[in-house]
């Protein structure tokens, strides 16, 4: 079945800074990829996402890129900001509506 | 729209117990998934379900089940509880597939 890794597990940075997260997979039918924010103690919630079709996305302060011959993806975060602090998480999702997440990054935005 | 909801919030039970959670999806979405989130393991998928079929099935043990309803809402049902089951049951849901909208979880704690 599908892997996902995810990298890195923690990551600090200063408020302004940018932050960057890779993801890579291990299924080429993987076609969709979203990435989710999950603060203390809330739910996930869908941030952006990007399909197999397309290489690169961006949603004012945060971009996702997509390597499909390398079979890995990327979040950027510019600009950060505190509230920015959260766990990120990718994901990759086959054909057939089945999601594989990858650990999590806990993002730590230092004012 | 209301988003998905799930029931109860929390929950304590003792070992060998089984317990249900309940998780109504956004109004028109026909997918429920449902994930078990630990500290450091991420979201593992348990299953999926699909105009009341499970589509889709990750690699729990049998004590893990689930079913879906007409009206779309689902069930899962986890029977000779262990320790080891205490975590946060997200479900998501998603029009037929695609984007998943994820409730808030049930934690549930086993004593």
């Known amino acids: 079945g599908e892997n996902v890794e995810q990298h890195p597990s923690t990551l600090s940075v200063q408020e302004g800074d940018s932050a960057v997260i890779k993801c890579t997979y291990s299924d080429s039918a993987s076609n969709y990829f979203p990435w989710y924010k999950q603060e203390l103690g809330k739910r996930p919630q869908l941030i952006i996402d990007i399909r197999s079709n397309v290489g690169e996305k961006k949603d004012q302060r945060i971009a996702v890129t997509l390597n499909k011959t390398a079979k890995h993806f990327s979040l950027h975060i510019t600009e950060t900001q505190p509230e920015d602090s959260a766990v990120y998480f990718c994901?990759?999702?086959?054909?057939?509506?089945?999601?594989?997440f990858g650990t999590g990054t806990s993002l730590t935005v230092i004012p | 729209k209301a988003g998905v909801t799930q029931t109860p919030r929390y929950l304590i039970k003792t070992r060998g117990q089984q317990v249900t959670l309940s998780c109504s999806p956004i109004s028109g979405h026909r997918s429920v998934s449902w994930y078990q989130q630990t500290p450091g393991q991420g979201l593992q998928f348990l299953f999926e379900?699909?105009?009341?079929?499970?589509?889709n099935k990750g690699n729990f043990p049998g004590r893990f089940s689930g079913r879906q309803f007409s009206n779309s809402r689902s069930e899962m049902n986890v029977s000779t509880l262990e320790l080891g089951d205490s975590a946060l049951y997200l479900c998501?849901?998603?029009?037929?597939?695609?984007?998943?909208?994820f409730g808030p979880g049930t934690r549930l704690l086993v004593l």
């Open positions: 994901a990759a999702s086959i054909p057939g509506n089945q999601f594989y």
């Open positions: 998501a849901s998603s029009l037929t597939s695609g984007t998943q909208y």
């Open positions: 379900y699909f105009s009341e079929t499970q589509r």
